[in-house]
């Protein structure tokens, strides 16, 4: 069976520090990966998603970038963190269905980080 | 771009009795997948319930069913017999198909309280 995990669960950083969130998927292949931001009481917000390995789409101009090295790997990073960071980064996958676009594709979320800057 | 509206903030409903969360929708797609999904305070999200535009028929999971408009742009959720577990934060989703890799766009979200 497919399993994501996401590291950190949790995380605090100081303004101004990198950061570095990891997502990996088990037990399937050539996934669609995505990066959501759910701020404190919101809906999620799609940050990037990539289709393979070094394709990455942004969604909005930020502060972060994403990255996939690795077909099951997915990379939330940023060289400084700003306060408007803080959050709730979820990670999820997805696969295209062989048989044609009509064909149901669900997307499945990890357990999420949660991000404080101070 | 496509938008999802939730009007309720907050919703509350008493144990064994049924209510209806509201989610609008804006697109110019003709064919698309919608969703709900439940975040509890672990904040997993869990999918609820999924309903594919070109069908007519609402869809239904055990308690859980939808009244979906398509002409209206409208895709709400109805929880019958509703039990303790059920509270949590409810998203209404929408999400594209083909080859644009499937991106979802969620509303803001309605927390759902429900007393014994």
């Known amino acids: 069976s497919q399993t994501i995990h996401q590291w950190p669960a949790t995380l605090v950083q100081p303004v101004g520090s990198p950061l570095s969130l990891e997502c990996t998927v088990e037990?399937?292949?050539?996934?669609?990966l995505y990066w959501y931001r759910q701020a404190a009481g919101r809906g999620l917000q799609l940050l990037f998603y990539s289709v393979g390995i070094g394709q990455i789409s942004s969604e909005v101009p930020q502060n972060l970038s994403a990255s996939r090295p690795q077909d099951r790997q997915f990379i939330l990073s940023s060289k400084k963190l700003l306060l408007s960071d803080s959050g709730f980064y979820l990670c999820a996958w997805s696969v295209l269905p062989l048989s044609g676009a009509s064909s149901y594709n669900e997307q499945f979320f990890g357990p999420g980080t949660r991000l404080t800057v101070l | 771009a496509q938008t999802v509206t939730q009007s309720q903030p907050e919703m509350s409903v008493q144990e064994a009795e049924t209510v209806t969360l509201s989610c609008t929708y804006d697109t110019s797609e003709s064919d698309y997948y919608l969703f709900w999904y439940k975040q509890p305070p672990s904040r997993q999200m869990i999918l609820v319930i999924r309903q594919e535009a070109y069908k007519q028929q609402n869809a239904t999971e055990n308690r859980f069913s939808v009244n979906f408009q398509k002409a209206a742009k409208s895709f709400s959720l109805k929880i019958s017999d509703s039990q303790l577990g059920d509270a949590a934060m409810y998203f209404c989703?929408?999400?594209?198909?083909?080859?644009?890799?499937?991106?979802?766009?969620f509303g803001d979200g309605t927390t759902l309280t429900v007393k014994p």
């Open positions: 037990g399937t292949s050539n996934p669609n």
């Open positions: 989703a929408y999400r594209t198909i083909g080859t644009n890799a499937g991106k979802s766009t």
